[in-house]
């Protein structure tokens, strides 16, 4: 890491200067450097020179100056101090409307139940996300059929250790949230906006209410895109309670994989394998293939929990300001669990679909997929329509495709 950034030479390159020295990895070539980054790069470009084929690049295309520039980018990114700065800038000057606050809260009231509520606000949203029609649409020939139609019908089981014990108080903020400003409150205020939790004031959840509830604290982490987003990721902090164990532990997660089955990704062997036969066997040179790309926007998101099981994913943002969580969201381990159905459907209806000529892989939320340059964006649009019936329209991140092409990080 760089500590300090001296002033430009007189060529206008920078020198980054460093405290000690540093390693450098570039496939598995080791270099100890102990004079300037810039040095380092220098020796990073020579590897490269060597790799600059099997990158589909020329010699030249990597300069000194791209690397500077990738440097400064990484550190604005990644660099946790730099991170937290942005956040904390990016929601200056952010409020919750007080009309905002009370509406969710005037509704408990009339209902008298979180459970009620989270029921109402279900239903109300279901037209537009996953639900029983959809999934009867969709996915009523594949192998977890079942399972599915549960989560589109109930929401999904949070299931807890028989000794789990309530945090019916919220914990004291963290020294992260008090840093961030109004980072949370902001980032809620988006959740809330989206109908993916409900807002309350404390003194609008009755005591009876009140006890039912789960505190649990929040965490965040840098969100470095591409694009970067400065306000970074709110996350769920299920893995540490004052007291008992917590929501993540292992007898959950063993219940968790228990109601919703293991989780397995493709490899990069594996699809790699898959291209290679599905382009001799049809008779096609690699060259004559094109890959492509298709994300599932906030696919934890995508489904719900049951109503009864919010009681548990309280949270509070501001001092006397509660939310619940209705939707899944980074920070529960059984989240990926869960999606690996959504994942395992619906790349079964696409390998049934006479229409996908291809080959196509979904690794949680990214498809990838290859065929013949005649087929590959037939392919592709056909993925793409499956997202949007099973998840609504705008699912499908149309910001993180990548049309067929013959490279591209995927």
């Given at each position: 890491g760089a500590d300090v950034l001296a002033p430009s030479d007189d060529k206008g390159m920078p020198s980054l200067v460093i405290a000690g020295s540093y390693v450098?990895?570039?496939?598995?070539?080791?270099?100890?450097?102990?004079?300037?980054?810039?040095?380092?790069?220098?020796?990073?470009?020579?590897?490269?020179?060597?790799?600059?084929?099997?990158?589909g690049m020329s010699a030249s295309s990597v300069e000194m100056k791209d690397l500077i520039e990738f440097f400064h980018s990484c550190e604005a990114q990644?660099?946790?101090?730099?991170?937290?700065?942005?956040?904390?800038?990016?929601?200056?000057?952010?409020?919750?409307?007080?009309?905002e606050l009370n509406r969710d809260g005037e509704d408990l009231q009339t209902l008298g139940s979180i459970g009620e509520l989270v029921r109402q606000r279900r239903s109300i949203s279901s037209v537009n996300r996953f639900n029983k029609e959809r999934c009867q649409t969709y996915f009523s020939g594949v192998s977890n059929f079942?399972?599915?139609?549960?989560?589109?019908?109930?929401?999904?089981?949070?299931?807890?250790?028989?000794?789990?014990?309530?945090?019916?108080?919220?914990?004291?903020?963290?020294?992260?949230q008090k840093k961030l400003g109004l980072n949370y409150s902001k980032q809620v205020?988006?959740?809330?906006?989206?109908?993916?939790?409900?807002?309350?004031?404390?003194?609008?959840?009755?005591?009876?209410?009140?006890?039912?509830l789960n505190f649990n604290p929040f965490h965040w982490t840098p969100k470095p895109g591409p694009p970067p987003d400065p306000m970074g990721r709110l996350l769920g902090d299920l893995s540490n309670k004052e007291e008992g164990p917590s929501i993540n532990c292992l007898e959950s997660k063993q219940m968790v994989e228990d109601i919703y089955g293991a989780m397995s990704y493709p490899t990069i062997e594996e699809i790699v394998?898959?291209?290679?036969?599905?382009?001799?066997?049809?008779?096609?040179?690699?060259s004559d293939c094109l890959m492509w790309k298709e994300d599932i926007r906030s696919a934890f998101g995508q489904f719900d929990f049951h109503p009864d099981e919010t009681y548990k994913l309280a949270f509070e943002f501001g001092v006397g300001l509660i939310m619940i969580m209705m939707i899944g969201f980074f920070g529960w381990t059984g989240a990926p669990l869960v999606f690996a159905n959504f994942s395992r459907a619906l790349i079964e209806v696409l390998r049934g679909d006479s229409r996908?000529?291809?080959?196509?892989?979904?690794?949680?939320?990214?498809?990838?997929?290859?065929?013949?340059?005649?087929?590959?964006?037939?392919?592709?649009?056909?993925?793409?329509?499956?997202?949007?019936?099973?998840?609504?329209?705008?699912?499908?991140?149309?910001?993180?495709?990548?049309d067929p092409c013959l490279k591209?990080?995927?």
């Open positions: 450098l990895h570039v496939n598995k070539v080791t270099a100890e450097v102990k004079e300037t980054l810039q040095v380092g790069l220098a020796r990073a470009l020579e590897h490269l020179s060597v790799y600059t084929v099997m990158f990644f660099v946790r101090g730099n991170a937290e700065k942005a956040a904390k800038v990016a929601s200056e000057g952010f409020a919750w409307g007080d009309d079942a399972v599915l139609m549960d989560l589109a019908e109930w929401g999904a089981r949070l299931p807890v250790a028989s000794d789990f014990v309530f945090q019916t108080t919220p914990e004291k903020p963290r020294a992260l205020k988006k959740l809330w906006d989206k109908g993916g939790v409900l807002v309350f004031k404390k003194e609008h959840v009755l005591p009876l209410e009140r006890v039912k394998t898959d291209w290679i036969y599905y382009s001799e066997s049809n008779g096609f040179l690699l996908v000529v291809g080959v196509v892989h979904i690794f949680c939320d990214d498809f990838m997929g290859l065929a013949h340059r005649s087929a590959a964006r037939s392919d592709q649009l056909n993925s793409r329509a499956l997202v949007e019936g099973v998840f609504g329209d705008g699912t499908a991140a149309l910001e993180k495709a990548v591209a990080d995927i």
